[in-house]
């Protein structure tokens, strides 16, 4: 009885996890460019500035990604708390 609730049980982990490595494994060529882009452009910044200035740059361009990631993220998870339906029991 058990046996055949604990095999789907497995089937579906397993189609989770294959579903997750293959978005993952699509994501890795982007990543690694991305990296690329990051050291072309951090190349640039130095030629044009001087090292201390075109870091300082990167440093700052990053910071203000992130920062902007955060707001973002912060939007998106407050639209999806006021559209979640309130699941108070009355009395």
């Known amino acids: ?3 055949g ?3 789907q049980a497995k089937g579906a982990a397993t189609g989770l996890v294959l579903k997750y490595l293959t978005r ?3 994501a890795i060529p982007f990543v690694i460019a991305l990296g690329f882009a990051m050291a072309a452009i951090s190349m640039l910044a130095v030629q044009r500035f001087g090292y201390v200035f075109g ?3 990167m440093a700052a361009s ?3 990604i992130g920062v902007i ?3 973002a993220m912060a939007v998106k ?3 999806e708390e006021n559209n979640k339906p309130d ?3 009355e009395t």
Do not use: D, G, H, P
């Open 24 to 26: 993952t494994s699509v």
């Open 87 to 89: 699941r108070r029991i």
């Open 1 to 3: 009885m058990f046996a």
């Open 62 to 64: 990053l910071t203000l």
């Open 69 to 71: 990631a955060t707001i």
């Open 77 to 79: 998870e407050q639209k």
């Open 5 to 7: 609730l604990i095999n």
């Open 55 to 57: 870091y300082w740059i």
